[in-house]
C-alpha cells in the first residue's frame, strides 16, 4: 500500500504543465489519469518500452510456422493425395491458412501482452473507493505523487498540486 | 509554424461534431445515458424492431430446422444451379461483414477523426454480420452434421482436410477472422466499459460495466500500451480483411466455369465488400442518429464522406462489370460471350438491369453535394445499394451456373418459400443482434470522441 496525493484537474493545458513541472519538484509522480490518451503524457512520463509488437511478431511468424507444418505434414508425409496432378507441397495453395491464423495469433498474443503490461485485469483498486477518481474515466484529470510521511511537508506538496492548478487534492491508497 | 497544427485540429473537431456535442460530459452523457438511465427514455421504438426482429429470427431457426430435417432439397437448388440463396447470403454478410473492421482499421491507419463517431457499430456490424454469414456453408453443407471434418485433427479415418480447397480456406479465414474482430472491438470497449462503470447509478450495472472493464483506470502506461496495441492490430486487420474477401472471390475464381474464372475476382470483391458495408453503415449510422438524438456527434459531414467513398466504389464496381464484360469479348472464350449475352438478355435478365441501376446509375446521385448532406437520401440510396449488392451476389451464382458450358444441362432456379425465408430471417437475425448491442454497449467510442473535442480545444 502506498499513500498517494491525488490532485484533479479540470483543464488539460494546466493538467500537462502540472505534471512536467511537478517532475521537477522534490516529489516522486507516481501516474497520470485521464480520459484519453495525451501524447505529452508518455514523453512526460518515462515508461518502459512496451514488448507488445515484438510479442506478436513472434506469435504470429510462429503459429504460421507450425500451420504450415501442419499442413506440409498432413499433405507430404501423412495423407499424400493426388489432386489434379498438383505437387504434394502446393506451397501457393497451403498460404491462407498459416497467413490468417498468424494474424489470430498475434492479436491474441498483443491483448495478453498488452493485459500484463498494463496490468490488468483486476476487478478492485484502492483508487475506485477514493470519491472522485471516477471523473478519470469521464473529464477529469488525475495526478498522483507520492505522499510524504511528514505532516509539513504533506501540506507542501498538497499546496503545490493546488499551486499547479488541481481543483482538488485528496490523499488516497494505492 | 506551431500555429497552423492547432488550427487544423480545431477545424476537424468541429467538422465532426455540432456545438451542442463539443464538451467531454456532454458526450459521455449522450451516449451513456440511454443504457444507463433507462426509465428517462422512451424505448417504445426498440421494442417494436425487437419484437419483429425476434419473429423473423424465429422464422430463419424454423428454416435452418427444416433444412437439417429434411435437406437442402425445400431450397429451390437443382441439379445444375447447385448453389442459391444460401451461398448468395453468405458472400453478401461476408462482404458486409468485412466493411466493419476494413473501415476502421483503415481510417485509423489514416488517421481520419470522422471514425470516432462510427466505428463502434461498424465494428459490431461487422461481427454480427460474419457471425451469421458463417452460419450460410454450414447449413448448405449437405451433412452438416460432419461440418467439423473441415478442421485438422487426429481421427480414426486418417484423413486430413484437404488443403487446397477454397472451402478450407473459407473454414479459417471466417474463424480468424470472428475472432479476431471480436477482440479488436472489444480493445477499442475497455476504456468505454470503464466510463460506463464510473457512471452507473446502481450497483449491478457498475459491477457489470466493471467486470468487462477489466479493471481500467485510465493510467498514463495503460494508454501507452493501448494505443500500441490498437494500432498493431489496425494493421493487422486490414491484410486479413482484404485476405477474407479475396477467398470469398476464389471460391469462385478457382473453378473453371465462364464467368468464375477471372483474375479481377479477389480485387473486385474486396471492393464490392467496402461498398455494401458502407451502405450498411450508412443505413445504421442515420438509425442510430435517429434513435439516440445522436445529430451533435453523427453529423451530415459524416454522411457527405460516407456518400463519397460509395460514390467512387460505385464507379469502380461499374469499371469491374466492363471488365468482365470486356474480357469476355476480348478472349473470344464462345461460353463467356454467351454468358455475358445471357446475363443481359437471358432469363435473369430484368434482375440484371436493376443490379447496374442500383449499383452503378442510382449512386452517381451522389455528385451532388445536397444529396450527400441529406441524411435521408443517403438512407435511400444505401438500402438500393444493399439490395443491388444482394442482386450482384445471386446473379454471380444463377447466371453462370444456369448457363455453363453444356447446353443441355442448362436449367433456371426458382427460389422457393425457404429461401425467401432464410434470407428475411437472417437479416431478422442481424437486427436482433444489433438491437441487443444498442442496449448494451456504449454505440458510440467516448474516448476517442473525447480525444477528438480536446484537440479541438487545444490552443
Redesign the interface.
Known sequence: MTQLLLGEFTD??RFVEAVRRARDAPCRVV????????EE??VA?S?RA?R??PV?FAG?VLTAALAYG??YY??VI??P?N?GG?PLD?WP??M??P???G??V???C??A???F?????????P??ASGG???????RFMLAIECPQDNDDRSAAAEMLAGFGAISVREVQS | MALPIPVEKSAESERWTLPEARSMEVVNAIVAAPLLERSSWSWRAWWIGFCVSLAATMAFLVTVFLVFYRGIGIWGVNSTVVWGFAIADYVWWIGIGNAGTLISSMLLLMRQRWRASTNRFAEAMTLFAATIAGIFPIIHLGRPLYFYWLTPYPNTMHVWPQWRSALIWDFWAILSYILFSILFWYVGLIPDFATMRDRAQKRGQAAFYGALALGWCGSSRQWQVYEKLHLALACLGVPLVVSLHSVVGMDFAASLMPGWQESIFPPYFVVGAMYSGFAMVACLAALVRWGFRMHGLITTAHFDVMAKIMLAASIIMGLSYATEWFNAWYGGERADRSLVMFEFAGHYAPLFWALLLCNVVIPQAFWWAGVRRSVAAVFVIAVIINIGMWLERILIIWNTLSHDYLPSAWRIFLPTIWDWMVTFGSLGLFALMFLVFVRVIPVVSMHEVRKLIAEGQSP
Open positions: 488539460q493545458r501516474e497520470a489519469y485521464t480520459p484519453y490518451p495525451l503524457l508518455s512520463h515508461h512496451s507488445i509488437r506478436m504470429g501442419l499442413e498432413s499433405a501423412n495423407y493425395y489432386s498438383r502446393a495453395t497451403f491462407l491458412v497467413f490468417a491464423t494474424i489470430l498475434a492479436a491474441v498483443g491483448f501482452t498488452f493485459l503490461e498494463a496490468g490488468m485485469p483486476y476487478l478492485s483498486n483508487l475506485f477518481f471516477g471523473g478519470a474515466s469521464q473529464d
